[in-house]
């Protein structure tokens, strides 16, 4: 089993950056694929980035070119960093083992708050 814990937000102005983490145990967390959402309010919860193994990446359109996700598999860490953050950004970001193929389950932190304000 993992369990994800995020951790890095608050509130930033227009532009500004922020890098979230999310500190996970389990032995799978090293193989299986991670992923950061978000979920703003009155909307449903959508993927940002995803990371596999080996480092390949995805990233939503809205954030490309902006949002960097890496993992540290030795750390057991995965971290998103944001940047030229805008005010559509805010929302709750979710921390995301996607463990489905290895264990069944799909596994999600508590959520960290983002928000992008003047």
């Known amino acids: 089993q993992v369990q994800l814990v995020e951790s890095g937000g608050g509130l930033v102005q227009p532009g500004g950056s922020l890098r979230l983490s999310c500190a996970a145990s389990?032995?799978?967390?090293?193989?299986?694929?991670m992923g950061w959402y978000r979920q703003a309010p009155g909307k449903q919860r959508e993927l940002v980035a995803t990371?596999?193994?080996?480092?390949?990446?995805k990233y939503a359109d809205s954030v490309k070119g902006r949002f960097t996700i890496s993992r540290d598999n030795a750390k057991n860490t995965v971290y998103l960093q944001m940047n030229s953050l805008k005010p559509e950004d805010t929302a709750v970001y979710y921390c995301?083992?996607?463990?489905?193929?290895?264990?069944?389950?799909?596994?999600w932190g508590q959520g960290t708050q983002v928000t992008v304000s003047s």
């Open positions: 389990g032995s799978i967390f090293s193989i299986v694929p």
């Open positions: 995301n083992a996607d463990a489905i193929v290895v264990t069944g389950n799909n596994y």
């Open positions: 990371i596999t193994r080996s480092g390949r990446t």
